[in-house]
Nanobody, 114 residues
Framework: QVQLVESGGGLVQPGGSLRLSCAAS????????MAWYRRAPGKQREAVAS???????DYADSVKGRFTISRDGAKSTVYLDMNGLKPEDTAVYYC????????WGQGTQVTVSS
């Protein structure tokens, strides 16, 4: 089993920044893709950003140029640096890790409001 612990959500004004972190622990054999998803009120969950062991990344069009996904040297923690936040970025953000099977974090609330 793999446990994911997220942190870094909160309330921020439009144009502000936040950093989300997700630390994986437990029976980690090899972590493949790490990613962030989000679910806004009344909407379906959507992929925000993903990063592979090679370091290659993908981003949703809505966050390109504003969000950056990264992972640490041991590749057990994934980060999401969010800049230029907009009210439409308000959502619960979920960490996703694939290590022989998919694992999800508990979610962390990000609210962008003045």
């Amino acid at each position: 089993q793999v446990q994911l612990v997220e942190s870094g959500g909160g309330l921020v004004q439009p144009g502000g920044s936040l950093r989300l972190s997700c630390a994986a622990s437990g029976s980690i054999f090899s972590i493949d893709t790490m990613a962030w998803y989000r679910r806004a009120p009344g909407k379906q969950r959507e992929a925000v950003a993903s990063i592979r062991p090679s370091g290659s990344t993908d981003y949703a069009d809505s966050v390109k140029g504003r969000f950056t996904i990264s992972r640490d040297g041991a590749k057990s923690t994934v980060y999401l640096d969010m800049n230029g936040l907009k009210p439409e970025d308000t959502a619960v953000y979920y960490c996703y890790v694939y290590s022989r099977q998919p694992y999800w974090g508990q979610g962390t609330q990000v609210t962008v409001s003045s």
